[in-house]
């Protein structure tokens, strides 16, 4: 295996039935016949900004330095929204100007942005002709990740900007010296409930807040969402795994993103719990004597 091959990640919201992910694919290899297309999912819910956002930066941190991430969630293709080329962190992203992308670089301090309006960098479907209006994903984003991913100058794509769509994520709220309050981002395919309470932001504070989970403590979480019908400010417990409750029972744990997440053993806390995006979450600790 040649491990030296170019890398491009994809992530979309096309599924695999309509060949969509195949077409996107057929433009890379045209253009970059040595790069290497990597899956990490195609299965975002349709048009689902925030969820490609969390998913991007989850794994595209795993990659090696180089990869091109190429992300098309992009309820918006066709209208003024501007098509993003971005360098930052060692790697390149290319998506739409939909916040997609906000999460992965936020923070970062050296970022290069351009609008991929360079044609000459497009894929036309048939000879003479433009882009398409409905599928960036083949004419647009596709190429230039190719580019990229051949080693043609971020510049060469289109011209620089200062500025570009952020998307607004929930930010957590210390109620009390050990009550932190956080909120549902999403569900996860097998229903589980994932937080935005992170473990560096629940045992970072100098607070009275106590890390349980890292000292072993069953520290209890309050669901008290208003469709969180079967655990309406009731108390769960903080385990480490899965199995440490019998199939049905409800728990809490830190799931692989580090991420406080809701679920139910063996089933859905969606389901089983009524958790939807957006209900509120609290991490309750003890006071330090």
């Not at 309509?18 to 990597?38: E, F, R």
């Not at 994903?137 to 190719?146: K, Q, T, Y």
């Not at 309470?197 to 069953?218: C, K, M, N, S, Y």
């Not at 389901?271 to 004597?289: A, F, I, Q, S």
Request: hydrophobic share 40%.
């Amino acid at each position: 295996m040649d491990i030296k091959r170019p890398v491009v990640t994809l992530i979309t919201d096309f599924g695999t039935a309509d060949g969509y992910v195949g077409a996107m694919k057929g433009v890379l290899l045209s253009i970059c016949p040595q790069v290497w297309p990597v899956d990490i999912t195609h299965d975002i819910p349709r048009h689902d900004v925030y969820r490609a956002a969390f998913s991007l930066s989850n794994a595209a941190p795993l990659f090696p330095a180089g990869t091109t991430h190429l992300v098309v969630v992009d309820p918006g293709v066709g209208t003024m929204r501007r098509p993003l080329g971005v360098r930052a962190g060692g790697m390149n992203y290319v998506g739409p100007d939909n916040g997609v992308l906000s999460l992965v670089l936020r923070g970062r301090s050296e970022q290069k942005v351009v609008a991929l309006e360079n044609e000459a960098y497009h894929h036309s479907p048939r000879l003479g002709d433009a882009a398409s209006h409905t599928f960036h994903g083949r004419d647009i984003f596709s190429p230039a990740a190719a580019h990229l991913a051949a080693g043609v100058a971020l510049t060469e794509l289109g011209p620089q900007l200062t500025d570009w769509i952020s998307l607004s994520f929930p930010t957590l709220t210390l109620r009390s010296p050990h009550e932190l309050v956080g909120e549902v981002l999403y569900l996860d395919r097998f229903g589980n409930a994932v937080t935005n309470i992170g473990v560096l932001e629940w045992t970072g504070h100098d607070l009275q807040l106590i890390p349980a989970f890292a000292r072993g403590e069953e520290a209890p979480i309050v669901l008290s969402g208003a469709a969180a019908v079967a655990c309406r400010e009731h108390l769960l417990p903080l385990h480490r795994t899965y199995g440490e409750v019998s199939p049905g029972a409800p728990l809490a744990l830190v799931g692989s993103s580090g991420l406080l997440e809701i679920a139910v053993r063996e089933d859905s806390a969606g389901v089983c719990l009524g958790l939807r995006p957006g209900d509120p979450v609290v991490l309750t600790g003890r006071k330090r004597n």
